[in-house]
């Protein structure tokens, strides 16, 4: 059983997920409703009423599977959530922490390459990033990457 893998951070970029997962298979796009993307270093989804994230959709195997886990430090760094519709099972992975911080260059160039790879509005991308600048603390979470337009004062 084929399991469709829902990806919002690096592993939207084909070449990426290319190495990581070589049986995955790029399926489409969707926006997955009633939540929000953020970043803590790295990329998250949060549960938010009224809000969307645009997803790249993967078909999966176990193996792949697998190899996100590892990828992901599940269970450690990340969970796991599940949908079902109808005889498809979705699966996204949710971060395990709290808080805001901007992520490093090189991460979001991969984000950056994937929302093009799967044809995805930047939109999402920098109202995240913007969010995740007003809200990051300097408290030692946020010493990543913010660009300028983005910055609050």
């Given at each position: ?8 951070g690096s592993n939207l970029d084909m070449?990426?997920?290319?190495t990581r997962c070589p049986k995955a ?57 599940y949908w079902k519709k109808g005889k ?66």
């Open positions: 059983m084929k399991t469709i893998y829902l990806a919002y070449g990426q997920m290319a298979k790029a399926i489409g796009a969707m926006l997955l409703p009633d939540w929000r993307l953020i970043f803590r270093g790295v990329a998250d989804i949060i549960p938010a009423k009224g809000a969307f994230v645009p997803v790249g959709l993967w078909e999966i195997t176990e193996d792949c599977e697998k190899s996100l886990d590892r990828y992901e430090g599940f269970p450690n760094l990340y969970g796991k959530q498809k099972t979705y699966m996204a992975y949710t971060m395990n922490r709290d808080g805001f911080a901007a992520p490093n260059p090189m991460y979001l160039a991969g984000i950056f390459q994937g929302y093009e790879d799967f044809s995805l509005d930047r939109h999402y991308l920098q109202e995240a990033l913007a969010m995740t600048a007003l809200y990051a603390s300097d408290e030692g979470e946020n010493l990543g990457y913010v660009p300028k337009r983005l910055r609050t004062q």
